[in-house]
């Protein structure tokens, strides 16, 4: 995908991997639209991105919300004109056993996490198809949305959701001229479980805190906002469907992937 000129929208792009996608893409020479549910954060962000001389808009917006939702596009496209890429990248992710998650909580995560996703593609894809100017969509799962890991159990099964909802998705929109990419990094330097904690309605004792050293033990390389960015960046323009950034991560992979073929037996 050629990117200058166009205008992106990045839902969770008031911090962490969302911000830096903006000033990526930014660089690119896209306008910027920035949705978040910290007004704050977003107002911040919106400020950086305008003083490096990017176009930027911010808005609040909850993506849980079908009517919030609209009204982002409806301020993306009076300020725009049109939207040709969607980054679907708000999250949240409460770490802990999923036999200890009250319901409460698995509602929140799914809320965000997967039905967030769909709302914005519902929402941005058939604005995308009436312009006619093609477009892509991007959405940030995870390393825990394609493989099952401990203590990532409700947040996984999200990811899992946006992985396999991306994967449909690609096929169905290709043949329309609208890419997909599924972003699924491993750790990263973000405050996520501090704005996930601060937004979790639940304050469930099932919740478990790691600090970023313990979350290195755990899971291996911590990549910067930036590195991850700078992968997105490349990935929609070549129109990759996986984007991975932590390649010793790879072995995981090779793991399950072992691990399915061997499921089959020969009758
Ligand atoms: P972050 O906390 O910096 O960013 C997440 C943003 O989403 C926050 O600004 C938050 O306010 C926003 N948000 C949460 N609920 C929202 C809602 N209902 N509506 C709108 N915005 C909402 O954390 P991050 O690590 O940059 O997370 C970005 C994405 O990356 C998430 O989808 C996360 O699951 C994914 N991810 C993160 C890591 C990691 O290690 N940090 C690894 C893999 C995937």
Redesign the pocket.
């Known amino acids: 995908m050629d990117l200058s000129g166009k205008v992106a929208v990045i839902?969770?792009?008031?911090?962490?991997?969302?911000?830096a996608m903006a000033h990526a893409f930014g660089k690119q020479g896209m306008k910027i639209v920035l949705?978040?549910?910290?007004a704050a954060?977003l107002e911040k962000v919106t400020g950086e991105l305008q003083a490096q001389g990017i176009a930027a808009l911010g808005h609040v917006?909850?993506?849980?919300q079908t009517d919030s939702m609209r009204a982002l596009a409806d301020a993306a496209c009076a300020r725009f004109g049109a939207v040709h890429l969607l980054c679907n990248?708000?999250?949240?992710?409460p770490l802990g056993e999923m036999m200890a998650a009250p319901l409460e909580e698995w509602r929140f995560v799914m809320?965000?996490?997967f039905w967030?996703v769909v709302n914005g593609v519902r929402e941005f894809v058939p604005r995308m198809l009436a312009k006619g100017e093609g477009g892509h969509v991007l959405n940030?799962?995870?390393?825990?949305g394609l493989v099952g890991m401990q203590l990532f159990g409700v947040?996984g099964a999200s990811?899992f959701a946006v992985v396999g909802l991306s994967e449909g998705l690609s096929r169905e929109l290709k043949p329309q001229g609208i890419g997909v990419s599924v972003?699924?990094?491993?750790?990263?330097?973000?405050?996520?479980l501090?704005?996930?904690a601060r937004?979790n309605p639940t304050a469930s004792d099932a919740v478990v805190t790691l600090d970023k050293d313990q979350?290195q033990q755990v899971a291996g390389t911590?990549r910067t906002?930036e590195q991850v960015a700078a992968r997105a960046v490349a990935g929609v323009q070549r129109g990759d469907f996986y984007i991975l950034t932590h390649t010793e991560q790879a072995e995981l992979l090779r793991k399950r992937s072992q691990r399915l073929e061997s499921a089959f037996v020969k009758d």
């Open positions: 839902t969770g792009g008031a911090s962490g991997i969302g911000a949705a978040d549910v910290d954060g917006t909850d993506v849980r990248n708000a999250g949240v992710c809320d965000v996490n967030g940030t799962a995870s390393m825990a947040y990811k972003l699924c990094p491993m750790v990263v330097d973000t405050g996520l501090a704005s996930t937004l979350l911590v906002p």
